[in-house]
């Protein structure tokens, strides 16, 4: 069935508007404070397994990922961008080289030379992360 509850402003449980950035739009430095990274993507050429991999491993340390495959979207770069805008690290798991622009922000990261295990890999790519998770790191 339906809830219904009192929802003025004095009823109890009902929190009150205190006016404090309640109409402000959140931004991206809000964002990348709270989830502890900046937005990115990690383009992995023929490596499905490390791609999820990745991803994976990403999830387990708290990070915002997100593992999509280019031929499921009719417009991928949008797609990236609005991942990107709430502030994920994407990783694509695609054919070929990038052919996404980065219009909404965001780091590309294409690993080239990687090591063939996926193990190592993985571990070259972690470090990379982890260095652009603590650029423009926010202090409060």
């Known amino acids: 069935g339906m809830i219904s509850a009192d929802l ?3 009823a109890p449980g009902v929190l009150a508007n205190t006016g404090q950035s309640s109409l402000n739009a959140v931004t991206q430095q809000e ?5 502890r990274h900046q937005p990115g993507t990690i383009w992995l050429e023929n490596r499905p397994e490390l791609a999820q991999r990745i991803e994976r491993k990403l999830f387990e340390r708290g990070l915002l990922a997100r593992l999509i495959l280019p031929e499921t979207y009719r417009d991928l770069e949008s797609a990236v961008g609005a991942l990107h805008d709430i502030g994920a690290i994407v ?6 080289p990038s052919s996404v622009r980065l219009q909404s922000g965001g780091k590309l990261f294409e690993p080239k030379n990687l090591a063939t295990r996926d193990d190592d890999a993985a571990n070259q790519i972690l470090q990379a992360v982890e260095t652009w998770a603590a650029e423009g790191e926010v202090t409060q």
């Open 8 to 10: 003025t402003a004095n």
């Open 31 to 35: 964002r990348s404070k709270r989830l």
């Open 91 to 96: 990783i694509v798991a695609a054919n070929e």
